[in-house]
C-alpha cells in the first residue's frame, strides 16, 4: 500500500489557496501585465528580473545569483544563470552560461486547479487563511507599502512575504543561520509587453522532457477522466458537510477544508500540523471490491453495529523532513446508504479510538 503524504497535501493547497502556485494557474496575478527587477541578498546574492502577460498565463524569469556554500574545510562558491519561461504551452529552463535547456507541455504538469474545483473564491480564501493559521502563520491585509503599492504581508515558519495583488515584492526567510532576502527595486504594471519576450533563445539547444516525466504525462487528462467515472454517493454533500462542521467543533478542530470534487466527498481538519483528521467518502459502488483492494497484513476485518470495517496502520510521510509518523486508519462500507468512508487521524489512534470517532457521525 502507497504510503500516505498528508503534510505533502496541506503544504499543497496552502500554495495553491494563496494563489501562488508554480504550474498550470489560472490566474497567478491580479495585474495584466508587468515587469519587476529584484535584489537578492543573504546566503544567496544576484539579481532577478520578472516578466509577464495576460495575468501570468505567460511569464519569463531570468536569475543571476551566486552562493557561497561551506562543507567542513572547503568553500565553493555556486553561481546560477538561469532562465524560466512559460508560453501558454510549454515550461521552458535554460541555463544562460551552457545555452542547453529543457522544455515540458503543459499537459505533463499537474493542475491542482482540478483539486480545488468544488470550491468557489470565498471558500479558497478561507482555506489558505485557515491553513496559514494552523500552520502558526498569519496575514495583514494592506498593512505595508513597497515601492509606493500597499502589500499583504504574510508570515509562516520563519518567512515574511510582501505581495502586492498576486505580486510579491519583498520576501525574507530566516532559517537557523540561513537568511535570504528579495527586495524589488523597478516594478512596472499594465504595461505592453513584446511577444518575444516568452521565448526562449534561438541558439540555446532545448530538450523536450514532457514524455519523461514519470506520473504525471497527461496527469490533467487521466484525472478528470477518473473523476467523470466515479459514482456520487447516497449521502449528499451537504449533509456530509454539515456532519463533519458539526463533529469538527465537537472535537476543537480549528479549521476544516470540504471538497467534493468529481463525486468525491473529503474532509480535512486541523489543529496543528501534527494533529490533522481526513476523511473521505464516495459511493460504495466505487469500491465493491474494497477489502480485495486494501488487503494486505496486518489490517483486521470486522463487523461494527452491522457495518463492515476494517482497522490498519500506515504511515504519514513528510517529504521536507523525510520522517514518517505512524497513523491508523478507519474503513467503513455503509452498504443502506451506499457510501463508502476512510478515516485517517494522526496522531495514530487505537480502533477503538477510531470507531467512537466513526459513531459521531449521523449518517
Known sequence: MKKLSLLTVLFGWIAFASAQPTYNYQKRFQVKSGHVEYILSGMVTGTKSLWWDDFGKKYREETNSSETVKTGKHTETIKNNSLSIFDGEYYYNVNMATLQGTKLHKNAVPNFALLGSGLNDNEMEQLGNGLLKSFGGKVEKKSESVLGRTCDVTQLMGATVHVYKGVTLRSYIKIKSRENREEAVHFEENIKIPASTFTPPGNAVIEDVSADVSGNENFNEELEEEQ??????????????????????????????????????SAMWTKDKKNIAWISMKSLQNHANWREDFADDGIEYFTHNGNRMAFRSDSLYDEETGISTPVNMLLVELKAKDAFIHITVSPKKTKQELIDFFNLFKF
Request: glycine share 10%; proline share 3%.
Open 228 to 265: 467523470g467515472l466515479l459514482f456520487p454517493s447516497g449521502i449528499s454533500f451537504e449533509k456530509f458537510k454539515n456532519e463533519s462542521e458539526r463533529i469538527r467543533r465537537t472535537l476543537s478542530y480549528t479549521f476544516a477544508l470540504h471538497d467534493a470534487s468529481g463525486g468525491e466527498y
